[in-house]
């Protein structure tokens, strides 16, 4: 099986930062692209920041600037930077990869998966 392990969630006041971790474990033969998403009450969940297995990156317009999406593929892990956090930025925050799962006796021998983790709640106090 294939997971994904998130912290670095917590409480701060607003101005403050904080470093959202996501690693993945299970046999996995690639990790492409790798991401946050937040799920705000009565709405769709929403994109906050991407990155490709290349490293190119995406962000929200309301965390541009203040977060930061980066990887360390030597660790299965992407990190979310989150600084000069906003009241409006609470919310529970999901991990999510895109991988390709080992299936070494199968043809082709991977198998496409789209993995989320179990959300981390980031609360930011005015």
């Known amino acids: 099986q294939v997971q994904l392990a998130e912290s670095g969630g917590g409480s701060v006041q607003a101005g403050g930062s904080l470093r959202l971790s996501c690693a993945v474990s299970?046999?996995?033969?690639?990790?492409?692209?790798m991401g946050w998403y937040r799920q705000p009450l009565g709405r769709q969940r929403e994109l906050v920041a991407t990155?490709?297995?290349?490293?190119?990156?995406m962000y929200a317009d309301s965390v541009n600037g203040r977060f930061t999406i980066s990887r360390d593929n030597a660790k299965n892990t992407a990190y979310l930077q989150m600084n000069s956090l906003k009241p409006e930025d609470t919310d529970v925050y999901l991990c999510y990869a895109d991988v390709l799962v080992r299936r070494p006796y199968e043809i082709p021998g991977y198998r496409p998966l789209e993995v989320w983790g179990q959300g981390t709640l980031v609360t930011v106090s005015s």
């Open positions: 990155i490709t297995s290349g490293d190119s990156t």
């Open positions: 299970g046999s996995i033969s690639r990790i492409n692209t």
